[in-house]
């Protein structure tokens, strides 16, 4: 089974630019959750979508933006690009099987794009 | 609200030394789940364990193993005869309602010839 893949894996733009990564699930995971990576703040999460509708999000400004397609493809978007947008995006996705808020779903992690703003 | 918290942000060790990175969490949930993730320079996080609220029992899966503490809200992880190829970011997260994870600051552990 193929893993998670995410494109382009680098990417250079400048402020102001915006920018779209993308992440194609593991065939058969119906979500796919989104964290940036950089070096001040850490690991932290974005967004999730599941069944192409946005089920959670963290705590970023409205630049980030995100959409899930049928095919559960996920995009994220990112609008007037800051210098500390730099950082990697990494990818997620998971069976996310019916449950309760609590339901456990393993999520499996893509090699991520690193995005350099200059 | 959750948070894990990695003190130690960086370690060096020397090959076959025994090297432990400390976790600690804190949330209101009474069921939630603790992971450690290996993030090596490639960027990818692989995952090595989980543990769920409820089971508190010591794993051990070769030369690692985890020492889950729920009265001290403590998830360590401990690399016996540490290797070289063992020098990465090591990171302890929590999962909760949301299916959202919440990940410490990481440690960058260094392992040395």
């Known amino acids: 089974k193929a893993g998670v893949t995410q494109t382009p894996r680098y990417l250079i733009k400048t402020r102001g630019q915006q920018v779209t990564l993308s992440c194609s699930p593991i065939s058969g995971h119906r979500s796919v959750s989104w964290y940036q990576q950089t070096p001040g703040q850490g690991l932290q999460f974005l967004f999730e979508y599941f069944s192409e509708t946005q089920r959670n999000k963290g705590n970023f400004p409205g630049r980030f933006s995100g959409r899930q397609f049928s095919n559960s493809r996920s995009e994220m978007n990112v609008s007037t690009l800051e210098l500390g947008d730099s950082a990697l995006y990494l990818c997620a996705s998971s069976p996310s099987l019916a449950g309760g808020p609590s339901t456990y779903n393993e999520q499996f992690f893509g090699p991520g794009t690193r995005l350099t703003v200059l | 609200a959750q948070k894990v918290t990695q003190a130690q942000t960086e370690i060096s060790v020397v090959e076959k030394e025994d090297v432990t990175l400390d976790c600690v969490y804190e949330t209101r949930d009474t069921t939630y789940y603790l992971f450690w993730y290996k993030q090596p320079p490639s960027g990818e996080l692989v995952f090595l364990i989980r543990?769920?609220?409820?089971?508190?029992q010591n794993e051990i899966s070769g030369r690692y193993s985890w020492n889950f503490q729920k009265s001290t809200s403590s998830f360590n992880f401990t690399i016996t005869a540490s290797q070289v190829v063992d020098s990465a970011v090591y990171f302890c997260a929590l999962f909760n309602a949301g299916n959202m994870l919440t990940f410490g600051g990481g440690t960058r552990l260094m392992v040395k010839p």
């Open positions: 543990r769920n609220s409820f089971d508190e």
